[in-house]
């Protein structure tokens, strides 16, 4: 519903348009037959229908990451961003941190960044596994929830908030050398710059960093669930996506805080909808 009033409020038209507006039609008419009528996923009525409801929001994010990337120039011109503007709070806040660190670490450094970095690809999707086979739906449900919100405000905003990001547009500032773009690593730096520079990161949704928004739900429901056994970890591996997506240059730092109220906001959101208690029940 989100995707099809910016696609008719665009000011640049989309082809083929009735083709986009069907898919929406039918994507939303099952997420409210899903809402109004869970039972008839829930009780099993057809083989694997529980599996479908409970995984399709998070599958669904995944391919609506992929429609946003066509929504970048919904309401802006294909050259008009927000990183000059971003990069110039940075210089005033923060000093830089996305130009600068990387400078400062040795290939070990970036490979343990790049490391945490990618581990975002698997850290919520692993809990959604865990709560599952454990058969804490309402838990599960929650968490995919907040994560699925998170998601939302964020490919809604890249429309919004266009910005390129530091990796690009520290060298279209010339602040950067293009020398300079990719980083010296091991295994894991040239699997996440592939993915980053080669397959499907947007080159204008860096704002708000949805990575961020998503540790904070990560980092909420490892305490939740395990207490600070399994809090502490998850706050480790929180913190070091924080710092590798500054440190790679995928992020600016207010990118990552915004992020990190967005992530706030859909925890408390999941909890009041959900009924959560929001404090650790082991």
């Given at each position: ?106 290939p070990w450094v ?76 091991y295994a894991f ?94």
């Open positions: 519903t989100v995707h099809t009033v910016l696609v008719l409020k665009s000011e640049y038209p989309f082809r083929p348009l009735a083709r986009i507006l069907a898919v929406n039609a039918v994507l939303a008419a099952y997420f409210l037959f899903s809402i109004l009528r869970p039972e008839f996923f829930l009780g099993e009525l057809f083989p694997g229908s529980k599996i479908i409801f409970l995984w399709s929001p998070v599958i669904f994010f995944w391919w609506a990451y992929m429609w946003s990337g066509h929504m970048l120039r919904a309401f802006h011109p294909p050259t008009f961003t927000y990183d000059p503007q971003i990069i110039a709070f940075e210089e005033k806040w923060f000093g830089q941190p996305s130009l600068w660190w990387a400078r400062k670490g040795a970036t490979e343990l960044m790049q490391f945490f970095y990618f581990t975002y690809f698997f850290y919520t999707f692993g809990l959604g596994l865990y709560l599952h086979y454990h058969q804490r739906i309402e838990d599960f449900q929650a968490m995919t929830f907040a994560t699925a919100f998170g998601y939302l405000i964020s490919y809604t905003f890249f429309a919004i908030t266009p910005a390129k990001g530091p990796r690009w547009a520290l060298i279209e500032a010339g602040l950067l050398s293009p020398s300079e773009q990719r980083q010296k690593g730096t040239k699997l996440v710059e592939t993915i980053m520079y080669d397959d499907v990161a947007h080159k204008g949704g860096a704002m708000p960093s949805a990575h961020s928004s998503t540790a904070v739900v990560f980092l909420f429901w490892c305490w939740y669930i395990w207490g600070w056994e399994g809090g502490i970890p998850a706050l480790i591996i929180a913190c070091g996506m924080w710092l590798g997506a500054i440190y790679g240059r995928y992020h600016y730092a207010l990118d990552i805080i915004v992020g990190a109220l967005l992530g706030i906001a859909s925890v408390l959101l999941a909890g009041y909808i959900f009924q959560q208690s929001l404090v650790p029940v082991s």
